[in-house]
């Protein structure tokens, strides 16, 4: 990988995975709510573990759809992402650096293996609309 500065200071691998996965997550880098202290997360060199703290009023899978973007950025650039409650009006999501292979705290599956694993998974436990009887009879 190339050298990248973010503000003429370094930049590691994961801390341009997650530029690239909050970019596409809010919709542009401008778009993401931080709070001033994380900030200064992308002015290092961390390997390892990239926490940011924003201000969200809700993470959700369809209508405002940033926690199906989160899901997809994770697939797409191999980062784990774990998001954690602050108090009622933050939260924090934390960027750990994966890769293709290895043990099951090293890998992060690419999103064509995600879908082709939901897919079995599916098909074995029969999720089809309508194949859950839910009135118990």
Not at 34 to 63: G, H, M, N, W
Request: glycine letters at 6%; one cysteine or more; proline letters at 4%.
């Amino acid at each position: 990988m190339t050298q990248v500065t973010i503000n003429g200071k370094p930049c590691s691998e994961l801390g341009w995975k997650t530029v690239k996965a909050l970019d596409m997550i809010f919709g542009g880098m401008h778009n993401v709510p931080f709070s001033v202290k994380s900030r200064k997360a992308f002015d290092q060199t961390l390997e390892r573990l990239i926490e940011c703290v924003v201000c969200v009023p809700s993470f959700a899978s369809y209508d405002f759809d940033l926690l199906t973007r989160a899901t997809i950025a994770a697939h797409l650039f191999q980062v784990r992402i774990e998001i954690s409650g602050v108090n009622q009006n933050y939260i924090s999501i934390e960027f750990y650096n994966r890769k293709n292979g290895g043990t099951m705290f090293e890998r992060h599956p690419n999103i064509e293996s995600l879908i082709e694993r939901l897919k079995t998974e599916s098909a074995k436990h029969n999720y089809a609309p309508g194949a859950i009887d839910y009135t118990g009879e």
